[in-house]
T-cell receptor, first 109, second 119 residues
């Protein structure tokens, strides 16, 4: 079966750093994606990892450990506009994306 | 580039009617389109994979006779919710995978979604 776990919700303070974890057990693996989704809108691409290690892109970084079935998304210098749902997704056979349940992040002033 | 549109963005219908949702890749050709459903406060659930010119592949638990998918061209896929009922009310999102020339990672582009409300 396919199983992707992430915390349901998190709260952080403006200007701080937050780490959103994702663990997965899937039949097949062809990359892990992180998306940001605001309510009522489509997901927008944030990052992609297929090899172990850290990928950095501005205020956002994503880490992958394939042996541990583990990834995290790191958001630095949090802004109010970062309040959104963050989705971890694993790409499996046929290009299909299997999504976790999403982590609702609330950034407080 | 890599824009995907959906139409309509919002639809309200009576129970028992059928609703068609269109997904278009505006500036690229898509070999494959995916249809997702998202209930409030939940994540995206893949419903089916649609390949141009062939029958769609449905995920387990998704009724193919209720959710009809047609992928008639490399830029258009349609999802028809037949005999809609209130429990079908949801946010339906499509994504399109580029035919060629796309990056190896960000190759799936999402539409803006369609909010379906069945009364």
């Amino acid at each position: 079966g396919q199983n992707i776990d992430q915390p349901t919700e998190m709260t952080a303070t403006e200007g701080a750093i937050v780490q959103i974890n994702c663990t997965y057990q899937t039949s097949g693996f062809n990359g892990l994606f992180w998306y940001q989704q605001h309510a009522g809108e489509a997901p927008t691409f944030l990052s992609y990892n297929v090899l172990d290690g850290l990928e950095e892109k501005g205020r956002f970084s994503s880490f992958l450990s394939r042996s541990k079935g583990y990834s995290y998304l790191l958001l630095k210098e949090l802004q109010m506009k970062d309040s959104a749902s963050y989705l971890c997704a694993v790409r499996v056979q046929g290009g299909k994306l299997i999504f976790g349940q999403g982590t609702e992040l609330s950034v407080k002033p | 580039g890599a824009v995907v549109s959906q139409h309509p963005s919002r639809v309200i219908c009576k129970s028992g009617t059928s609703v068609k949702i269109e997904c278009r890749s505006l500036d690229f050709q898509a070999t494959t389109m995916f249809w997702y459903r998202q209930f409030p406060k939940q994540s995206l659930m893949l419903m089916a994979t649609s390949n141009e010119g062939s029958k769609a592949t449905y995920e387990q638990g998704v009724e193919k006779d209720k959710f009809l998918i047609n992928h008639a061209s490399l830029t258009l896929s349609t999802l028809t919710v037949t005999s809609a009922h209130p429990e079908d009310s949801s946010f339906y999102i499509c994504s399109a995978r580029r035919l060629a020339g796309g990056s190896s990672y960000n190759e799936q582009f999402f539409g803006p979604g369609t909010r379906l409300t069945v009364l």
